[in-house]
Each structure stands twice: as structure tokens, then as C-alpha cells.
T-cell receptor, first 110, second 111 residues
Framework: GDKVKQSPSALSLQEGTNSALRCNFSIAATTVQWFLQNPRGSLMNLFY???GTKENGRLKSAFDSKESYSTLHIRDAQLEDSGTYFCAAEASSGSWQLIFGSGTQLTVMP | EAAVTQSPRSKVAVTGGKVTLSCHQT?????MYWYRQDTGHGLRLIHY???????EKGDIPDGYKASRPSQENFSLILELASLSQTAVYFC??????????FGPGTRLLVL
């Protein structure tokens, strides 16, 4: 089965609303990274997380290693937030290898 | 801001031919990675390297070789390209255990 499972697989939002994306891990993740792939295909790093939370503008992310999940909250969604969001987990300390989820395709509508 | 470049940006190759994808980073990072992305899916790690002249296998290394001739450069080599290797290939770099910075990707079509 999937070692990193993302939900939902697709999501549509009205501009100005809030949403949460989730990743569940079936591996012992030590760190988590969140990326946004824009419609042109470029990947941008949003967060690098050890267990805990981080916030950047309208984005907030949390990683709970004991419960094996991570979340990404988007507040006041804007059109430019559209794209595919990926989470990726480092499988074991020191490996530096990331295991990616299949992504959440987000569409923000005016 | 981290800078990772890839060349070519797109390529059409014939089955059985040799393909070399190149990656260059100016971040002074020790770690470099090659991933492939298939349509509608996440990225999967092919090869990575943490020092020049050494490479390591990732999750899906079969059919691929890698070369790290210097800290800045990391190549992915398909000796005998196959139809199943049609995908988008991403290179990334990072410091040890830190944020990975990705290149723009290379679209490879094998016919």
C-alpha cells in the first residue's frame, strides 16, 4: 500500500475560503516537506517540518510523528494557490530520501 | 534563492537509444537527487548522491545510471531508453537533511 497517503485527491474551493489537506504515513517519518506544483509544472517548497507546526502567511502546517500524519491548512484561498500539493516524508533518520504522496489537486475558483 | 537548472528541458528519444539528462546547481549543496514523475502521480526517487564521484540507488534505479563528476553537476543516463521511461524528470539539491530545491524538470518522450 501507499507509504504516504494524501487526502483528498482533488479539491475545489471558492476564493476566500479555508481548507485543510492531510497526509497519513504508514512509515516512521522523521521529517516532512510540503511542495506546491504550479500548473506549469514547477515545484516549490512550502514547508520543511520536524514534529511541530510552522506558519507562513496564509499557510500553516503541522506534523505529528507519533500519530503519523501531517496537515496543510490554507486560509483565505486565492486564485494563485491553485496547483497540486505534495507532501513527502523522510523515511528514516539519516537517509535523506523523500517518499512522496500522490498529491492533492487544488482548484480555487473566483 | 536556490538555483537548480536542467538540460534539456524536453527531449524526444527513440527506443533503444541513449539519453543523458543534465543537472547543475549553484547552491553549494552536497546532496543531489533525480526523481521521475508520471502523469497524475507523485515523484519517485531514482538515484541520489551526497558527494562527488559517488552515487546511490533510490527506489526505482532499474534502467538508469547516474554520474556525479563534481559537486555542481549530476547526470541521469538511460543507456537503452524504453517506452516506459516516458515521464517528467526532476533534479533537486539540498544540504544534508534539509529542504530540497527542485529544477524546472525535463519532459522525456520515448517513441
Amino acid at each position: 500500500g501507499d507509504k504516504v497517503k494524501q487526502s483528498p485527491s482533488a479539491l475545489s474551493l471558492q476564493e476566500g475560503t479555508n481548507s485543510a489537506l492531510r497526509c497519513n504515513f504508514s512509515i516512521a517519518a522523521t521529517t516532512v516537506q510540503w511542495f506546491l506544483q504550479n500548473p506549469r509544472g514547477s515545484l516549490m517548497n512550502l514547508f520543511y517540518l520536524v514534529p511541530g507546526t510552522k506558519e507562513n502567511g496564509r499557510l500553516k502546517s503541522a506534523f505529528d510523528s507519533k500519530e503519523s500524519y501531517s496537515t496543510l491548512h490554507i486560509r483565505d484561498a486565492q486564485l494563485e494557490d491553485s496547483g497540486t500539493y505534495f507532501c513527502a516524508a523522510e523515511a528514516s533518520s539519516g537517509s535523506w530520501q523523500l517518499i512522496f504522496g500522490s498529491g492533492t489537486q487544488l482548484t480555487v475558483m473566483p | 534563492e536556490a538555483a537548480v537548472t536542467q538540460s534539456p528541458r524536453s527531449k524526444v528519444a527513440v527506443t533503444g537509444g541513449k539519453v543523458t539528462l543534465s543537472c547543475h546547481q549553484t547552491n553549494n549543496h552536497d546532496y543531489m537527487y533525480w526523481y521521475r514523475q508520471d502523469t497524475g502521480h507523485g515523484l519517485r526517487l531514482i538515484h541520489y548522491s551526497y558527494v562527488a564521484d559517488s552515487t546511490e540507488k533510490g527506489d526505482i534505479p532499474d534502467g538508469y545510471k547516474a554520474s556525479r563528476p563534481s559537486q555542481e553537476n549530476f547526470s541521469l543516463i538511460l543507456e537503452l531508453a524504453s517506452l516506459s521511461q516516458t515521464a517528467v524528470y526532476f533534479c533537486a539539491s539540498s544540504d544534508q537533511g534539509d529542504t530540497q530545491y527542485f529544477g524546472p524538470g525535463t519532459r522525456l518522450l520515448v517513441l
